[in-house]
C-alpha cells in the first residue's frame, strides 16, 4: 500500500488549497479513505473521511461548509478541497486507510495559512 499527498502550500486566509492523495497497492474502491491533520505541538485530528463508493462522507466540524472530500476510483486518488482557509487550518495533512487491520499513512503534506 502506499499513499502520497500533494497539493500543500502556503496560502492567505481565506484561500482554497486543493489536495490530492495517489494510492497503490490495495483495491482503492473498497475502502474508505480519510484526511488527518496535525498542528504543531496539537494532536492529530481526522478532518474527513469518505466511503469506498463516495456515497459517505463524514467532517471535522470546524471544517463543515468549507472542505469538501471526494474521490475518483478510476484514478485511484482521494481528493480534499479546502475553501475559506484559517490560519487554525495550519497543519501537516495526511491521508490514510485501513486495510486488513493495519492503518496505512502517507508522508503529508504541509498547509500553511498566513498573511
Known amino acids: 500500500v502506499q499513499l502520497v499527498e500533494s497539493g500543500g502550500g502556503l496560502v492567505q486566509p481565506g484561500g482554497s488549497l486543493r489536495l490530492s492523495c495517489a494510492a497503490s497497492?490495495?483495491?482503492?474502491?473498497?475502502?474508505?479513505m480519510s484526511w488527518y491533520r496535525q498542528a504543531p505541538g496539537k494532536g492529530r485530528e481526522l478532518v474527513a473521511s469518505?466511503?469506498?463508493?463516495?456515497?459517505?462522507?463524514n467532517y471535522l466540524d470546524s471544517v463543515k461548509g468549507r472542505f469538501t472530500i471526494s474521490r475518483d476510483n478510476a484514478k485511484n486518488t482521494v481528493s480534499l478541497q479546502m475553501n475559506s482557509l484559517k490560519p487554525e487550518d495550519t497543519a501537516v495533512y495526511s491521508c490514510?486507510?485501513?486495510?486488513?487491520?493495519?492503518?496505512?499513512w502517507g508522508q503529508g503534506t504541509q498547509v500553511t495559512v498566513s498573511s
Open positions: 490514510t486507510t485501513v486495510v486488513g487491520r493495519q492503518a496505512y
Open positions: 497497492g490495495f483495491t482503492f474502491r473498497s475502502y474508505a
Open positions: 469518505i466511503s469506498g463508493a463516495g456515497g459517505n462522507t
